[in-house]
Antibody
Framework: EVQLVETGGGLIQPGGSLRLSCVVS????????MTWVRQAPGKGLEWVSVIYSGGSAYYADSVKGRFTISRDSSKNTVYLQVDSLRAEDTAVYYC???????????????WGQGTMVIVSS | SSELTQDPAVSVALGQTVNITCQGD??????ASWYQQKPGQAPVLVIYGQNNRPSGIPDRFSGSRSGNTSSLTITGAQAEDEADYYC????????????FGGGTYLTVL
């Protein structure tokens, strides 16, 4: 059974850091594209970061230079290191699997339940 | 700002048909995928590609594309379809692989 379980969220002061984890079962993270998506309270979905099966990583402008995506194949886990946190980073952070297609029919086909990050003093 | 544009809200009478649209420059090249999100829950993929439904998604959900506009159609809307719907596709801006639309809240009357 495919499962994605995020942990690591919490209340953190501005300027602080957290490491979010996404533990995966049912497929191998190193063989697929994995992504983080966030949702601020009452707002829409925002794409944050992706790590490709080959290891390349990309980020939204809003988090570039502050967030780092990585994975540990031995633990079948994807991470999002979030540094220099700001109030506007407050959101539920979801990890998801991306099913890619050569004809541009990508899909975020499996999602975790999310982990909440609150940045406040 | 999002490069995929959605109407913020749409309503439909119970049992009727509704189209939720998504406009963007990349939609003429890449397909949109569509996600349903109910309060307090994670998004769920409902449509991807030309018109593909994941297992478990009712066949009243369908997708289409015309030019730079993709549409999610619900034929015979049910009360449980009331939710936020988001489109997603490739982003046109260099190293920003994907982008979401702003979302459409569907009310079933």
């Amino acid at each position: 059974e495919v499962q994605l379980v995020e942990t690591g969220g919490g209340l953190i002061q501005p300027g602080g850091s957290l490491r979010l984890s996404c533990v995966v079962s049912g497929f191998t993270v190193s063989r697929t594209y994995m992504t983080w998506v966030r949702q601020a309270p009452g707002k829409g979905l925002e794409w944050v970061s992706v790590i490709y099966s080959g290891g390349s990583a990309y980020y939204a402008d809003s988090v570039k230079g502050r967030f780092t995506i990585s994975r540990d194949s031995s633990k079948n886990t994807v991470y999002l290191q979030v540094d220099s946190l700001r109030a506007e980073d407050t959101a539920v952070y979801y990890c998801a699997r991306i099913q890619t297609s050569p004809i541009g029919a990508d899909a975020f086909d499996r999602w975790g339940q999310g982990t909440m990050v609150i940045v406040s003093s | 700002s999002s490069e995929l544009t959605q109407d913020p809200a749409v309503s439909v009478a119970l049992g009727q048909t509704v189209n939720i649209t998504c406009q963007g420059d990349t939609l003429g090249v890449y397909f949109a995928s569509w996600y349903q999100q109910k309060p307090g829950q994670a998004p769920v993929l409902v449509i991807y590609g030309q018109n593909n439904r994941p297992s478990g998604i009712p066949d009243r959900f369908s997708g289409s594309r015309s030019g730079n506009t993709s549409s999610l159609t619900i034929t015979g809307a049910q009360a449980e379809d009331e939710a936020d719907y988001y489109c997603n596709s490739r982003d046109s801006r260099g190293n920003h692989p994907w982008v979401f639309g702003g979302g459409t809240y569907l009310t079933v009357l």
